[in-house]
């Protein structure tokens, strides 16, 4: 089946700068890759997808890259805010056809 | 409209009690899925449903966990002789098309249930 790693861990960053969490995945069948943002004591939230056939995608402050030769894909966040801080997932679908989940980047921003 | 919805938010249980735990999907909606969420860990997905069929069961850590869905909306996740390690944030989600569909989006997740075995 899938598998999708995620990194790093957790991402300290000061108000402002730049995030970029990156995963990769082991399906080269996999054809979805969203993004959710789950704020403490919350359900996760989808942000931002991309699907295989496009190699960017952005969204005001976030953009998703993705390179299907090197199977991996990563979440941009530029001029990082206090709100930015969560927990961010990954995730791929493929020939499972059941999106397989990374185990998160605790995201925090620093004022 | 109303989202994804989950009973009850929190659960605390004995050791070796049985629990339910209860999902409504988004109206109309014909995906859903249950996962469990343990202490900073990820999603780790349990069982899918296609309408009241459950395609895919194969994340059911036990015997001891099963679940059913009835008239293509609500949906039951039941733990047996709860142990300890079953303690965990049980999310469930929805999606309108069939994860095989290729018009497939995002899956819209329910607040979750907290669930504490003691």
């Known amino acids: 089946g899938e598998n999708v790693e995620q990194h790093p861990s957790t991402l300290s960053v000061q108000e402002g700068d730049s995030a970029v969490i990156k995963c990769t995945y082991s399906?080269?069948?996999?054809?979805?890759f969203p993004w959710y943002k789950q704020e403490l004591g919350k359900r996760p939230q989808l942000i931002i997808d991309i699907r295989s056939n496009v190699g960017e995608k952005k969204d005001q402050r976030i953009a998703v890259t993705l390179n299907k030769t090197a199977k991996h894909f990563s979440l941009h966040i530029t001029e990082t805010q206090p709100e930015d801080s969560a927990v961010y997932f990954c995730?791929?679908?493929?020939?499972?056809?059941?999106?397989?989940f990374g185990r998160g980047t605790s995201l925090i921003v620093h004022p | 409209g109303a989202g994804v919805s989950q009973s009850p938010s929190n659960k605390v249980t004995e050791k070796g009690k049985d629990v339910e735990l209860r999902c409504d999907p988004i109206?109309?909606?014909?995906?859903l899925y249950w996962y469990r969420q343990s202490l900073g860990q990820g999603l780790e997905f349990l069982i899918y449903?296609?309408?009241?069929?459950?395609?895919?069961k194969s994340g059911l850590p036990s015997d001891r966990f099963s679940a059913e869905r009835t008239g293509g909306s609500v949906s039951t996740l039941t733990i047996q002789r709860t142990q300890q390690e079953d303690s965990a944030v049980y999310l469930c989600?929805?999606?309108?098309?069939?994860?095989?569909?290729?018009?497939?989006?995002?899956?819209?997740f329910g607040p979750g249930t907290r669930l504490t075995v003691l």
């Open positions: 989600a929805s999606s309108l098309a069939s994860p095989r569909d290729r018009a497939y989006n995002e899956q819209f």
């Open positions: 449903f296609q309408g009241n069929s459950a395609p895919d």
């Open positions: 109206s109309g909606h014909t995906a």
């Open positions: 399906d080269s069948a996999s054809n979805y």
């Open positions: 995730a791929a679908k493929g020939g499972s056809y059941i999106p397989t």
